[in-house]
Structures are given as C-alpha cells and as structure tokens.
C-alpha cells in the first residue's frame, strides 16, 4: 500500500479521511499541531509529528517518505473527496 503525508488530520475532514486511508491498509504520516487533539490518529496507529505548517524544516523531515501528500486546511469536502479519489487512482495505477 502506498504511504501518505496529511495535514489537518485532526480536523473534521482530515480526520475523516485518515481514517479511509487507514481503513484500507495505507500507512498515514500527519503533522499535528496539537498533540492532545490527535487520540484518533493515535488509535488508528498514524506515525505523528508535532509541528507547524509554516515551518520548512518540519515538513521535509515528516514528508520525505511518503509520497502522496494531502493538506487540508481551508479546502473544501468536495475538493478532499476528489484528491482522495485522485491519489488512490494514481497509486494504484502506479503499483
């Protein structure tokens, strides 16, 4: 399965959609911004980091893995479902 970068994982749609990518085997890297919020990424075993989407040196060392990267702040459901589809698509295209 393929590996995953998210941000905004412990928002309402980014959590959501960790959870459909953990539900089908893929392994999900998040960078969280406030630890205490992120009890269902820990449940679902998502490898997380602390850290700040302004901060450069964070995201190269919690993205240099996985390679389909989702952000999630300020974007619409509409817009998420569809990269989900996209990636997946893409992955398994690839694989």
Same mark, same amino acid.
């Given at each position: 399965m #393929?590996?995953?970068f998210?941000?905004?994982a412990t928002g309402f749609i980014g959590g959501e959609i960790v959870k459909q990518l953990s539900s089908r085997g893929h392994r999900v890297v998040a960078l969280v911004g406030s630890p205490?919020? #992120?009890g269902l990424l820990k449940a679902l075993g998502v490898e997380m980091h602390a850290g700040d989407l302004t901060d450069r040196d964070t995201l190269r060392a919690t993205s240099s893995r996985p390679c389909g990267r989702l952000r999630?702040? #300020?974007v619409s459901t509409w817009l998420k479902l569809n990269l989900?589809?996209?990636y997946e698509n893409r992955n398994?295209?690839?694989g």
């Open positions: #393929a590996n995953y998210v941000t905004g205490d919020k #992120a999630f702040p #300020a989900l589809h996209f398994s295209e690839a």
